[in-house]
């Protein structure tokens, strides 16, 4: 398992790692609370996470309620009310508050004498720049493969073409939906800890599966308005300054004019315009190149996409000079590209595409 979890102790919430067992508590009467680490899968780089985990929440006993508590302004904490069936689950694809994934579960009906088929409730949605959409409201699933009351329950969260397949049981015995949204806003994942909750969590596993990225990660708005702000000397635009190439077979795809934007421990170059071989597949937003670090802080490795969006990373190599000068070496292709960092964006402004001067020709390879 990877570390750093959140641990700590405050007056509202307790979280420990022991055993290879993650137990957090919220007693907040207030709000839920995420308790994320990295997967190293970053959005961009080829790749979603395929999650596995062992999840139970200890606040979840037939009839029972749960106390939480607020702090006032002095810090004074006193109690605000009790929770009947806290809300626990898992969360990926997490960038911040504002956007995730999320399956999110409850305890089922109150089964006081044992006679019914264990059951519990769940919700799959994704939020999205602070909007949620709903794949999954909350519904009712029933299974003996469901350990219930305080019991671990395996969750796979599963990679799928357009979305996440979503499974409950050690042998998916229960699906429990579709994540129409395919998307990764951040590289963390996690559980989720509602009011009154008290999770336990035990065998997290992940694993990356090949992803073709075709998808616009930024609107250009977005793109604009976090250029503008950003304090990062490497973040900016990048305009194209010369290619050369000792493969005939193998030209440029056009003359990319591309944004450098953080992602993870790495940057992506994001397309903004410029595409001349299969122009029509590429929109403002998409990933162009993945870049990361070697160590050396002026030296990437480089998953690049090729004007099909196909994915290029033997022996691809970036070097980001101090003059500002972005040079990747295709070390296997026989080709070099160079970009130029351009002059910060002023308030207001915004990226103005100019016409190319110099046509790409039809060749079988283009990137």
Not at 69 to 80: E, L, Q, V
Not at 235 to 257: C, V
Not at 264 to 281: K, P, T, W
Request: with cysteine; net charge neutral; glycine share 10%.
């Amino acid at each position: 398992m990877s570390l750093p979890w959140y641990i700590g102790k405050t007056a509202l919430r307790q979280s420990e790692f022991q055993d290879g067992i993650l137990t957090d508590c919220n007693l907040c009467a207030d709000s839920g609370a995420v308790n994320v680490v990295s997967t190293g899968i970053a959005p961009g780089e080829g790749a979603r996470p395929a999650i596995t985990l062992d999840v139970a929440n200890q606040h979840n006993r037939s009839g029972k309620r749960y106390a939480v508590y607020r702090t006032d302004s002095s810090g004074k904490t006193s109690r605000a009310g009790y929770v009947k069936k806290p809300v626990w689950g898992v969360v990926w694809g997490y960038r911040d508050r504002q956007n995730y994934h999320a399956l999110l579960l409850r305890a089922g009906d109150d089964d006081f004498y044992g006679y019914q088929t264990p059951e519990l409730q769940y919700t799959l949605f994704t939020v999205a720049r602070g909007d949620t959409t709903f794949h999954v409201r909350w519904r009712r699933v029933s299974s003996t493969a469901i350990h219930p009351e305080t019991g671990y329950n395996r969750l796979h969260i599963v990679p799928a073409r357009g979305g996440f397949d979503i499974f409950l049981g050690r042998e998916r015995e229960c699906r429990l939906g579709f994540c129409h949204d395919d998307r990764l806003f951040g590289d963390q994942a996690g559980i989720y800890v509602g009011r009154g909750a008290c999770v336990k969590m035990k065998n997290w596993s992940i694993s990356p599966h090949e992803y073709l990225e075709n998808q616009i990660l930024w609107t250009a708005e977005e793109l604009n308005e976090h250029l503008r702000h950003s304090v990062n000397p490497i973040e900016g635009t990048y305009e194209f300054l010369q290619a050369s190439s000792t493969n005939y077979n193998i030209r440029l795809g056009g003359n990319y004019h591309l944004a450098m934007v953080t992602n993870g421990n790495g940057y992506l170059l994001i397309y903004e315009s410029g595409a001349q071989r299969l122009s029509d597949q590429w929109q403002t937003g998409m990933v162009k190149a993945a870049l990361r670090p070697t160590g050396l802080s002026n030296l990437f490795n480089v998953i690049w996409y090729d004007a099909e969006h196909k994915p290029i990373d033997e022996g691809v190599k970036a070097i980001l000079a101090e003059n500002g000068v972005l040079t990747i070496h295709f070390t296997r292709e026989g080709v070099t590209l160079e970009w130029n960092r351009a002059a910060p964006r002023k308030d207001g402004e915004r990226y103005r595409p100019q016409n190319l001067q110099h046509p790409v020709q039809h060749t079988p390879i283009a990137l």
